[in-house]
C-alpha cells in the first residue's frame, strides 16, 4: 500500500517515468504510447503467448471470453482508449493509464467511479518471471479482461465505494484482505473443477499451475468473514486460496454493510495465512511443503 510510511516508489517507476507529469488530483496521465520500445512490445508478445497458451483450462470462462471480447492480443501492447471503447459498451468501465501505485484513496475513488488505474510500462525482459511492483502487463492482461464481465464489473465497483468508507472506519487492512484474496488470488469453481479468476495468478505463469495443481497449498471454500480475517502472503506463492461458486456469491456476499463485520472481526484474532479454521470448507488441506515460516502480513 502506498499509504504505508515505508512506501517507497520503486527505482523502476522513477526512471520510466521520468519527464513525464501526471495529474496531481487523480494521478492520471494520458498512455505515452511513444515511449514503448519495440523490446516493450516484444516483452509484452512473450508474456502473453506464454500465458495465454497456458491458461486455456485453468483461467475461468469469464476471463477469457473477456480476453476475446476486447481483443486483446500478442501483437503489441494495447492502446487503452481502443479497449475503452469496447469496455464502456459491455460494462461502462474505462482504463485510465497511471505512473505506478498511487494512493489507496484515489486508488479507490477510481474504482467507484468504474475507472481502472493501469500501469502504463512495461516490466524489463529480465523481469519476465517475477515483478514485485505492477507493470501493464499484470494490470492489464490480469484485471482488465474480468470488467467486461457485468458481475465483476458491479463488484469492483462496490469495492472502490467499500474502500472510501473503510478509510474512514479505519478498516483498510481488513478490506485489502479481501481484495487480496479475491481480486488477486481468487478462484472458481467451474462445473467440477477449480478455475483461476485472481489477476495475480492470470499474470503469473508459476502460480498459474501451483495454484491448482499443487499439494502444498489450501484451497477453502469462500467466506466473507473468514477472508477479511486472513493474513497473506506478499513473497510467496498464497498459503490458502479461496474458491467461490460464482461471482454472483461474490457480489451477494460483499452487498451488506461491513461497519458492524469491521466492528464484531476487530475484537477478534487473525487467522496466519495458512491456518485451516473451525467451519471452513476444505476442498483440500494444503501438505505445507516449501511454505515460508516468516510472519504472514
Ligand atoms: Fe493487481
Known amino acids: 500500500m502506498t499509504d504505508h510510511p515505508d512506501f517507497v516508489v520503486p527505482d523502476i517507476t522513477t526512471r520510466k517515468n521520468a519527464g513525464l507529469a501526471h495529474d496531481p488530483r487523480d494521478f492520471t496521465l494520458p498512455q505515452p504510447?511513444?515511449?514503448?520500445?519495440?523490446?516493450?512490445?516484444?516483452t509484452w508478445a512473450t508474456l502473453f503467448?506464454?500465458?495465454?497458451?497456458?491458461?486455456?483450462?485453468?483461467?475461468?470462462?469469464?476471463?477469457?471470453?473477456?480476453?476475446?471480447l476486447l481483443g486483446i492480443d500478442a501483437e503489441r501492447i494495447p492502446d487503452f482508449e481502443r479497449l475503452n471503447r469496447t469496455l464502456a459498451a459491455a460494462t461502462g468501465w474505462r482504463l485510465v493509464a497511471v505512473p505506478g501505485l498511487i494512493p489507496d484513496e484515489v486508488f479507490f475513488g477510481h474504482l467507484a467511479e468504474?475507472?481502472?488505474?493501469?500501469?502504463?510500462?512495461i516490466r524489463?525482459?529480465?523481469?519476465?518471471?517475477?515483478?514485485?511492483e505492477p507493470d501493464v502487463f499484470h494490470d492489464?492482461?490480469?484485471?482488465?479482461?474480468?470488467l467486461a464481465h457485468p458481475v465483476f464489473a458491479d463488484y469492483l465497483e462496490a469495492y472502490g465505494k467499500g474502500g472510501m468508507k473503510a478509510s474512514r472506519l479505519g478498516a483498510l487492512p481488513m478490506l485489502a484482505r479481501l481484495y487480496w484474496y479475491t481480486v488477486e488470488f481468487g478462484l472458481i469453481r467451474e462445473g467440477d473443477d477449480l478455475r483461476i479468476y485472481g489477476a495475480g495468478i492470470v499474470s503469473s505463469r508459476s502460480e498459474s499451475v501451483y495454484c491448482l495443481d499443487s499439494a502444498s497449498p489450501n484451497r477453502i471454500g469462500f467466506d466473507l468473514e473468514r477472508v477479511i480475517r486472513t493474513r497473506y502472503r506478499i513473497d510467496t506463492f498464497q498459503k490458502t486460496y479461496f474458491v467461490i461458486d460464482d461471482f454472483a456469491q461474490?457480489?451477494?456476499a460483499t452487498a451488506p454493510d461491513f461497519t458492524p463485520i469491521y466492528h464484531k472481526l476487530a475484537a477478534l484474532p487473525t487467522y496466519g495465512a495458512g491456518d485451516i479454521a473451525p467451519g471452513d470448507t476444505v476442498l483440500q488441506a494444503g501438505n505445507r511443503e516449501g511454505w515460508a515460516d516468516t510472519d504472514d502480513l
Not at 504510447?33 to 516484444?42: P, Q
Not at 468504474?114 to 510500462?121: A, D, I, L
Not at 492489464?140 to 474480468?146: E, N, R, T
Open 33 to 42: 504510447a511513444a515511449r514503448y520500445t519495440d523490446e516493450d512490445h516484444a
Open 140 to 146: 492489464l492482461f490480469g484485471h482488465v479482461p474480468l
Open 114 to 121: 468504474r475507472r481502472f488505474p493501469v500501469t502504463w510500462w
Open 49 to 68: 503467448r506464454r500465458q495465454s497458451d497456458m491458461l486455456e483450462g485453468r483461467a475461468c470462462r469469464e476471463f477469457l471470453e473477456g480476453l476475446d
Open 250 to 252: 461474490l457480489f451477494d
Open 124 to 132: 524489463e525482459p529480465h523481469q519476465l518471471d517475477y515483478l514485485q
